[in-house]
Each structure stands twice: as C-alpha cells, then as structure tokens.
C-alpha cells in the first residue's frame, strides 16, 4: 500500500535521499525544510505520515510535534536526529511521537516503519469502524425483493459509480450505504455521515468542508470537515433532497475537482472520496419544481437504488424481529424472552409507517411490557393506534396492561371489550391472593404462581401492584 509521506528536515541532502528512498519504494514524498511550513503543509492536505527530524533552526522538531497534536493533526509522526539520547526520545513519546529514528537511517528500517505506521492507523480505523458496527449495522432479509436490492449494492460495490439510494424514513438507507462501503475497495477507509437535513443551513458548510481557527465567531480551533474524515474512505450524505441550494452549487464543484476549500483558508485540500447519497424525496420532481439541480441530479443520481418499504417484505418481519430482539436483551442485559406466533402474526397486520426504525423501537417496547413470552395481548398493548394502545399510557410501565398468560387469545376481538378487562382483573387479584397469603414474602409467592422472582416483580410493575403498600387481605 502506498503511502503520502511528508519528510521535514533543514539539511536539504537529508530531504532529497529519503524523498528518493521513498518514491522508488512507490510511496508519494513531500519535502520541506522548517517547522512552520510543515505546520502549514500538514494542516492543508492529509498525510499518512510524517517524518521530522529534531534538532532545526527557529522551531525544533518537538515544538513542531505539539503543534501538529494541538491543531488535530492525525497522522503518525516519526521523530529523527543525529545527536538522540535516551531523554529527547523519552520527550518526543510523551507527546505522542509513534517512532524515534537515530540518524544515519538506513532504507530499510524507514521503508518498515513506514509499513508499521499504515498498519496502526488501519487497525485504528478498523477498531473503530467495529465498534460501531457491532450488532447494529446488518440488513436483515429473506424476501426477494430484498435479495435483489442487495444484488444491485454487491455490484454496484465493486465500482467507483455514484449511488442515490430512494426509500421511506426507515427503510434502512444508512444501512444500504455501509454495505456498499464494505463491501468495496475502500472498506478499509472511513465510513462518514452527514444528514443533511438535520444540519442548519448556516452551519452545513463547515460541517461539510471545514474551517480554520478564527474564521468565524466561534470557531475556537480548526475543524475537518465531513470531506476531509471521509479520505480514502465514503461520504454518505443522507436526505441530500433537503440540503439548502447555495450548497448544491458547492457540493457540485467538491464532486467535479475532488477539492473541499475550508472556511477561512485560502487554498483548497485534494479529497479521495466516494460519495454515497439518499433520500425520501423525488429528486426528479424537484429538479422540475427548482428545489434541486439538475446538474448535480446528473452527478449523484447515476445508478439509483430503492428500498421497499416494511409493509411490502412482511415475510421479513420474522427475523428481523428475532434481530432486534437479541439486540434489546444483549444491550440490556435481560433474558432472552420469546414471542409467539400468534404475536407474529398481529405484527404483520399493521402498516409500519415508520418502517424498520419502528419495528425496532415496538419489539423493544414490547420486550419491557412482555414477563415470560411476547402474545398477541402484548402486542396490542404496544401498537400504535390499537385500541389497548390508546386507552392506556404505555409511557409508565405501572399503568401498562400486561400480558395474559392462561387465556385463549386466538380470536381477535378478544384482546379488548369487557372479557380481557375480567382476565386482567382476575390475574391482578390472583398476584395479590399470593403475596398476601405468603405474608408479603415475593420469593414464596413468585413460586406458588410458577412464576421467577424478577418476572414477579415486574408483573406487579405492570399490573400496578406496589408492593410496598399491600392492601389488607379481606
């Protein structure tokens, strides 16, 4: 893997051998003889390392170091010099150095600390992407449409084509954008996102492209713009249908040169970037109505992709309700409870409005109200609109209905009317016959209903049981 080396030294032999060294290893070399320009250098394009020696004229090299942390400078620095001693090395790691080299260098420890700097900031990046990635970031399918969205992003993967992805608030867009960037040449790169809907209009500019310290009132230090995180890597751009138009025209000269100019600097950073974008809008009426560029609609709309909505892959429910389940229990640290199928069932029935993102937030609604298995009562409690849903205030679990386990709710005209207000009756006096028979004890209760200790507990969250004001037992 090649790499963009910036070499810093005053002694203008030592420049010209390691740029040399370096360009015939397939590396790209700049060079530059004092800090202060180094400083400059580094802040207006990004390097993947940078080599200073230590002891120059005006600015040394450690100066140079705490100059590069204190700007957000990222890149590794390696420090050089012909008179180290163990202090000096000592000093340059304690302000972040990756390496200390004593002169003369030979070309071949360079060319293998140069291999060890690009594996530590790929691991990093990679650790990072995980972290992110885990348990939250995987379409989840068994439908056909679906099969033939994923074909379409596995091919269109392999290229550097611009991708507009069309789909409800939901659908799993950001999703279909990260498979894209995973499943490319630049997987190993960032993966940045930018909404552009949900940024200010007076702030996007420097969200996108940047600024510099001082270049507006409250710009107390330089900032890298969405481009610049993004190098090497993706940029998707999410509801780019709602971004302000003055940007559109900004947007389309980043795309057109692969330059972003930061605010307040005065020259522009060459990015490597691959943008991604998507929306909920029509882009074509748009452009017809002037809200959009048609321009830019030609630039980003080049091999469109659109998601189905959640009521046209009800055949996915299933699993991705198992998905999301094992999600909420693992992140919670709760035991994995079941849902019936007749739970399933009531899930399929409903239209999902909000797509994905509300399946997600309902199946863990529905994984607190739920005690031991997830039935169709449950599910009437949780779904908006239901009538259970609207008579009680799913907000505080102590007002919530719970679930019914010793009825038949086969039929559906079961889960409302007097007949399940008898049942929750009916289990709320059985709870408080236990626990006032076992004199209060939970333990001894919770086994003579057949029923956990913790599941007790909630049960009487749910039915409204305070456990600590006990009615009399009449």
């Not at 992003?153 to 995973?182: D, N, P």
């Not at 974008?277 to 321009?295: I, K, M, Y």
């Not at 469109?304 to 009800?314: D, G, N």
């Not at 389940?325 to 909000?354: H, M």
């Amino acid at each position: 893997m090649s790499a963009k080396i910036l070499i810093v030294d005053d002694e203008a032999n030592t420049l010209a051998s390691l740029a040399r060294a370096f360009r015939l290893a397939g590396h790209e070399a700049v060079v530059c003889d004092n800090a202060t320009r180094a400083l400059e250098l580094a802040q207006g394009e990004p390097f993947d390392i940078i080599f200073s020696d230590v002891v120059m004229p005006r600015k040394d090299g450690l100066a140079l170091l705490e100059d590069l942390k204190a700007a957000g400078v990222t890149a590794p620095v390696v420090m050089m010099s012909g008179q180290a001693h163990i202090e000096m090395a000592v000093k340059a790691t304690r302000l972040g150095a990756l390496d200390f080299l004593e002169k003369p260098l030979s070309t071949e420890k360079l060319l293998v600390t140069v291999e060890n700097a690009l594996k530590l900031t790929r691991l990093e990046s990679e650790n990072r992407e995980l972290r992110t990635r885990v348990g939250k970031h995987t379409l989840v399918f068994v439908c056909e449409a679906m099969r033939r969205v994923m074909a379409q992003l596995e091919r269109v993967a392999a290229s550097e084509t611009r991708v507009c992805i069309y789909g409800e608030t939901g659908t799993g867009k950001e999703l279909a954008a990260r498979t894209i960037h995973e499943k490319s040449h630049r997987a190993a790169g960032p993966f940045v996102t930018l909404n552009c809907a949900a940024v200010p209009a007076e702030l996007i500019e420097s969200e996108l492209f940047g600024h510099e310290k001082g270049s507006f009132t409250g710009a107390a230090q330089r900032h890298a713009g969405k481009f610049e995180q993004a190098h090497r890597g993706t940029l998707f751009l999410d509801e780019i249908g709602d971004m302000p138009s003055a940007m559109q025209a900004k947007l389309l000269r980043v795309l057109e040169e692969g330059e972003v100019e930061r605010i307040g600097a005065d020259k522009p950073t060459t990015v490597d970037v691959r943008v991604v974008v998507a929306t909920h809008r029509n882009l074509e009426q748009l452009v017809e109505s002037g809200g959009f560029r048609r321009d830019l609609y030609h630039r980003v709309v080049v091999f469109p992709v659109t998601l189905p909505p959640l009521r046209e892959r009800r055949e996915d429910l299933p699993v991705l309700v198992e998905h999301f389940a094992r999600q909420v229990c693992a992140q919670n640290g709760w035991k994995a409870i079941p849902f019936s199928a007749p739970a399933i069932d009531t899930l399929k029935e409903y239209a999902w409005p909000g797509n994905i993102r509300e399946l997600r937030n309902v199946v863990e609604r529905l994984l607190l109200l739920a005690a031991d298995e997830v039935d169709r009562l449950t599910v009437e409690m949780a779904l908006p609109n239901s009538p259970r849903a609207q008579n009680r205030d799913l907000g505080h679990l102590t007002t919530s209905a719970p679930r019914s386990e010793n009825t038949d709710l086969g039929h559906p005209n079961l889960v409302n009317g007097p007949l399940a207000q008898r049942v929750l009756e009916f289990e709320k006096a059985q709870v408080l016959a236990e626990l006032q028979g076992h004199g209060r004890n939970v333990t001894q209760a919770a086994k003579a209903l057949g029923l956990e200790r913790s599941h007790l507990y909630k049960k009487c969250q749910q039915l409204g049981i305070d456990l600590q004001h006990l009615p009399e037992r009449e």
